[in-house]
């Protein structure tokens, strides 16, 4: 059975750091798409990175470029999401997803079938 659980949400302040994790088990991650979306009030879900599981090839929306890294855990079967020089506009839910499929457009949430519960994020001073 195809699970994922996210962690390390919280309340941090502008500027500030969070690291969040996504344990995935019943298949192993490293083999596959995985991606990070988020969802803010009002607002629809959107990507902000992904590892494409053909090439390995990750991609960051362009907001998060430069503050953002996803990196894979091997050994504990976990991506994790190092979110620095948080911003306010960065307060929302974040998911992880991943799909057993192969994935092309990994940033396209409608592309995945399996999500994490979500954890909040809030950016504020």
């Known amino acids: 059975q195809v699970q994922l659980v996210e962690s390390g949400g919280g309340l941090v302040q502008p500027g500030g750091s969070l690291r969040l994790s996504c344990a995935a088990s019943g298949f192993t991650l490293a083999y596959y798409a995985i991606g990070w979306f988020r969802q803010a009030p009002g607002k629809e879900r959107e990507g902000v990175v992904c590892i494409r599981s053909s090439d390995g090839s990750t991609y960051y929306t362009d907001s998060v470029k430069g503050r953002f890294t996803i990196f894979r855990d091997k050994v504990n079967n976990t991506v994790y999401l190092q979110m620095d020089s948080l911003k306010p506009e960065d307060t929302a839910v974040y998911y992880c997803?991943?799909?057993?499929?192969?994935?092309?457009?990994?940033?396209?949430?409608?592309?995945?079938?399996?999500w994490g519960q979500g954890t909040q994020v809030t950016v504020s001073s």
């Open positions: 997803a991943t799909d057993l499929r192969p994935i092309v457009r990994c940033m396209v949430p409608a592309e995945y079938n399996y």
